[in-house]
Nanobody, 126 residues
Framework: VQLQASGGGLMQAGGSLRLSCAASGRPFSPYGMGWFRQAPGKEREFVSGISWSGATTRYADSVQGRFIISRDNAKNTMYLQMNSLKFEDTAVYYC????????????????????WGQGTLVTVSS
């Protein structure tokens, strides 16, 4: 499974960015997906996740109401729309894929995802 994250960049606080994660190597639609981030000197943390069907989403408290996760199964791509960006959103963002077929719940722990992309850097200036 290959995951390619893109869309990161430099943005002023209050601005918006949209990240994309293109998947290949296996069928996309039967598996949940997630976004994590890692700031310098900190552990990787859960940001958001989406179930295989898109019917269930989950967000970290820190991004609830500002970020929106979605997926387009026809394009094998997941998205993260990030609005009202804050300085503390600065991090490398990673997309990840679940290996449990048609899992109903959305995992929020690093160890529950088996495949990872290379990361895309988001820098928010204050």
């Amino acid at each position: 499974v290959q995951l390619q994250a893109s869309g990161g960049g430099l943005m002023q606080a209050g601005g918006s960015l949209r990240l994309s994660c293109a998947a290949s190597g296996r069928p996309f639609s039967p598996y949940g997906m997630g976004w994590f981030r890692q700031a310098p000197g900190k552990e990787r943390e859960f940001v958001s996740g989406i179930s295989w069907s898109g019917a269930t989403t989950r967000y970290a408290d820190s991004v609830q109401g500002r970020f929106i996760i979605s997926r387009d199964n026809a394009k094998n791509t997941m998205y993260l729309q990030m609005n009202s960006l804050k300085f503390e959103d600065t991090a490398v963002y990673y997309c990840a894929a679940d290996s449990v077929l048609r899992r109903t719940a959305v995992p929020n722990e690093v160890g529950q995802y088996d495949y990872w992309g290379q990361g895309t850097l988001v820098t928010v200036s204050s």
